[in-house]
């Protein structure tokens, strides 16, 4: 520990000190209030003015990560565990339901102390889907989402993914899963046989998403659990941003959504927010939205093309203390209206060790 006695000068605020040193603020001033007086303490989010020095830990986390070049010799000491369910359903004309499934997850976050690396790991998975002949390919799904499984990131202030620190284990098993596992699952043989250009299709996928980091980040922020509680992890610092992924109805679709954020209540010990997305419509095209809705959508449903829209509505409580999250709910539909619609609710509670 590097520990240094910091004069302060009469253009500094906390924030500058803080990037001085490439540290957080509150780390700064929880560091400094631990080793100082009380006629020192730093109350608020400024430098009280009688206050003629800071103590500073000058050693932060990265530093630890430059001399010892492992994350695992960091202390994850803040532990939390969350268990998730996720209804998946499509359904035509606001009525027939052609497929529903529930996904039960439950994730172990360890976060290292004001800092924004977490250890995040998947320590329950199980799932119902109806119709039955779904199964195998949930149960495919599933082994993907087992290689990402435990991961070590830093993230961003946007609450996306900036770095991941056991890439190379990441790495190992996706080659060893290509290599291997996928030569002996039952799925994947009979798309080979039937299908090879679907099949190669899948590793060349694989590929892309484990084994370049950029892809690997996307891919994290795809699932809801990284998605919602990294963005929850802000507070009240998340700024607006945007949200882009591909039409699951319109095939190579590509669609952007505006998400802004507001706060639906606070109190001393916690903070509701809610985000809401508006749908880009800038660059679509509504011709030939309707050109594939009648090709492919309106033999079987019978009804013209109305209107598509995306909903995007995400609602989290955080503890203000730690920054993290409580309980959030998530409501994600893609829909042609009265016609056809994807949707996806998703629920995260935080139960106990």
């Not at 087992?146 to 991941?164: C, Q, T």
């Amino acid at each position: 520990m590097k520990v240094i006695r910091y004069e302060i000068k009469e253009s500094d605020t906390l924030e500058s000190i803080a990037k001085k040193y490439e540290i957080e603020t509150e780390y700064l001033k929880a560091f400094h209030n631990s080793h100082s007086g009380i006629a020192s303490l730093i109350i608020g989010d400024k430098l009280p003015i009688q206050l003629s020095h800071v103590i500073i830990n000058a050693e932060s986390f990265k530093d630890v990560l430059h001399k010892n070049q492992n994350v695992k010799d960091l202390d994850f000491n803040l532990k939390s565990r969350y268990r998730c369910e996720q209804l998946n359903i499509s359904r035509v004309n606001n009525e027939v339901i052609t497929m529903s499934a529930n996904t039960y997850l439950e994730f172990l976050v360890q976060k290292v102390d004001h800092s924004p690396i977490f250890d995040i790991s998947v320590t329950d998975f199980t799932f119902s889907v109806d119709p039955v002949v779904f199964e195998k390919g949930f149960e495919f799904s599933h082994k993907f989402e087992k290689i990402k499984s435990p991961v070590i990131v830093e993230i961003l202030k946007s609450g996306k993914v900036d770095k991941v620190y056991n890439r190379d284990d990441i790495e190992k098993r996706w080659i060893h899963f290509r290599d291997f596992g996928l030569a002996n699952d039952d799925m994947f043989k009979q798309l080979s046989s039937q299908a090879p250009a679907q099949a190669k299709d899948v590793v060349d996928t694989g590929n892309k998403e484990f084994l370049k980091e950029e892809n690997f980040a996307g891919m994290l922020d795809k699932n809801l659990f990284y998605h919602i509680f990294f963005r929850a992890y802000q507070g009240a610092g998340l700024e607006d941003y945007t949200v882009h992924q591909f039409s699951q109805i319109f095939p190579n679709v590509e669609l952007s959504t505006d998400i802004v954020k507001s706060m639906v209540n606070e109190d001393e010990n916690s903070a509701t927010f809610r985000l809401v997305g508006t749908l880009n419509r800038k660059d679509l095209s509504e011709e030939g939205l309707k050109g594939m809705y009648d090709q492919i959508y309106k033999p079987t449903i019978k009804y013209s093309y109305s209107e598509f829209d995306f909903v995007y509505r995400i609602t989290y409580t955080i503890d203000k203390k730690s920054n993290f999250m409580t309980e959030g709910k998530a409501s994600i539909a893609e829909k042609v209206k009265n016609n056809f619609e994807i949707i996806t609710e998703y629920k995260i509670k935080k139960v106990e060790l």
